[in-house]
């Protein structure tokens, strides 16, 4: 069976925090994608990166940082210096079709 | 651009009625899918397609059928809506497994 839990349901930071929204996942394939999708107020999800389970390098994307652990099944999403902009949803995807619940980031000025 | 769209933002339907979202992508992608979203649940699939013609459940198929004609259009059929079928409703494709996917804006669905 495949599973992704987003275990933090909503956080809400200050403007210039850093934060990280957590993504675990369940998989037997040893061939494997996982996502990080935006979902901001207007609705529409934004695809924000993708890695393949044999490429465990850190990605690094302006503010935007992941951190892909195969020991841990984790592949974890920090944003530094949060804005205001950054509020949305976040999604955390296995392959085509496995989402995780979001979670739903506040930054507040 | 890109782009994914999806026939009605909002809608609003009564209970029994046959419902039809209907979904088109321009990017000429193999894939497509229908989710629903519920607070608290993430997005769900319903369907998929991987070719013209061709369908595939999801996790939650029941009270839902799909059409796929043409490449470019995914529809997405309540045969007799129930309440428990209000939802927002997403669409997307993708051109292959693996790959990212492209969403529409979605049509968030009341029936009363």
């Known amino acids: 069976a495949q599973k992704v839990t987003q275990a933090q349901t909503e956080i809400s930071v200050v403007e210039k925090e850093d934060v990280t929204l957590d993504c675990v996942y369940e998989?037997?394939?040893?061939?494997?994608?996982l996502f990080w999708y935006k979902q901001p107020p207007s609705g529409e999800l934004v695809f924000l990166i993708r890695?393949?389970?044999?490429?465990?390098q850190n990605e690094i994307s302006g503010r935007y940082s992941w951190n892909f652990q195969k020991s841990t099944s984790s592949f974890n999403f920090t944003i530094t210096a949060s804005q205001v902009v950054d509020s949305a949803v976040y999604f955390c995807?296995?392959?085509?079709?496995?989402f995780g619940a979001g979670t739903r980031l506040t930054v507040k000025p | 651009d890109v782009k994914v769209t999806q026939s009605s933002r909002y809608l609003v339907k009564r209970t029994g009625e046959k419902v039809f979202l209907e979904c088109v992508q321009d990017m000429d992608h193999e894939n497509m899918f229908w989710y629903r979203q519920d607070p608290g649940l993430g997005l769900r699939l319903i369907y998929f397609s991987y070719d013209v013609k061709m369908k595939e459940k999801g996790d939650i198929p029941e009270g839902y059928s799909v059409s796929r004609e043409k490449k470019e259009r995914f529809s997405l059929i309540l045969e007799s809506a129930s309440t428990n079928q209000t939802s927002m409703y997403l669409c997307a494709s993708s051109s292959g497994w693996g790959d990212e996917q492209f969403f529409g804006p979605g049509t968030r669905l009341t029936v009363l």
């Open positions: 890695r393949n389970s044999f490429d465990e």
């Open positions: 998989t037997r394939d040893t061939t494997y994608y």
């Open positions: 995807a296995l392959n085509d079709m496995r």
